[in-house]
T-cell receptor, first 114, second 114 residues
Framework: AQSVTQPDIHITVSEGASLELRCNYSYGATPYLFWYVQSPGQGLQLLLKYFSGDTLVQGIKGFEAEFKRSQSSFNLRKPSVHWSDAAEYFCAVAPRYNNNDMRFGAGTRLTVKP | DAGVIQSPRHEVTEMGQEVTLRCKPISGHDYLFWYRQTMMRGLELLIYFNNNVPIDDSGMPEDRFSAKMPNASFSTLKIQPSEPRDSAVYFC????????????FGPGTRLTVL
């Protein structure tokens, strides 16, 4: 069955520390991959996406993600977290044969300690 | 552009009542999506339109739910009759060229059915 998994429900990091949020997918073929961020009371905003090509993708707000086909993973990273990064982060996938059918992971809530 | 506009932002109603949620997509976008977000099921795609035509409504939970897009600048999601289990945040999103481009999300409508 097609699925996207975010193993960590909640992560707490100190401001200035590095961050890695995990995302694994199970699809018949490599899907399109996305990371979205949701601030409290807000809609989702796209951080970055991967369709093909370079497996290291740069996004907005200093985020990057690396696609690893062998691990079926698309982990999100940031070298130095800011207090304003506290939010909910969603990994999403869409099959190449219907890239409008986007499926979201359960989300990872990020808390940033001062 | 003002972004995707949703109304109302909050809706509280009683079981059995009809509820209508509204969405104005970003001008020029030809795809419109309706999502539902709950703690139990996360973020789910309900239906999406292309050029005002419903393309995939397989995510609509049951016949009590219906969605329309009478023109390029307006869409509605109706629940009739509403039930407590419909309580959720409903998001509308729009994009140009569908899944190849970013989906821009509205702020959502928080629906509470008593």
């Amino acid at each position: 069955a097609q699925s996207v998994t975010q193993p960590d429900i909640h992560i707490t990091v100190s401001e200035g520390a590095s961050l890695e949020l995990r995302c694994n997918y199970s699809y018949g073929a490599t899907p399109y991959l996305f990371w979205y961020v949701q601030s409290p009371g807000q809609g989702l905003q796209l951080l970055l996406k991967y369709f093909s090509g370079d497996t290291l993708v740069q996004g907005i707000k200093g985020f990057e993600a690396e696609f690893k086909r062998s691990q079926s993973s698309f982990n999100l990273r940031k070298p130095s977290v800011h207090w304003s990064d506290a939010a909910e982060y969603f990994c999403a996938v869409a099959p190449r044969y219907n890239n409008n059918d986007m499926r979201f992971g359960a989300g990872t809530r990020l808390t940033v300690k001062p | 552009d003002a972004g995707v506009i949703q109304s109302p932002r909050h809706e509280v109603t009683e079981m059995g009542q009809e509820v209508t949620l509204r969405c104005k997509p970003i001008s020029g976008h030809d795809y419109l999506f309706w999502y539902r977000q709950t703690m139990m099921r996360g973020l789910e795609l309900l239906i999406y339109f292309n050029n005002n035509v419903p393309i995939d409504d397989s995510g609509m939970p049951e016949d009590r739910f219906s969605a329309k897009m009478p023109n390029a600048s307006f869409s509605t999601l109706k629940i009739q009759p509403s039930e407590p289990r419909d309580s959720a945040v409903y998001f509308c999103a729009s994009s140009s060229r569908g899944g190849y481009n970013e989906q821009f999300f509205g702020p959502g409508t928080r629906l509470t059915v008593l």
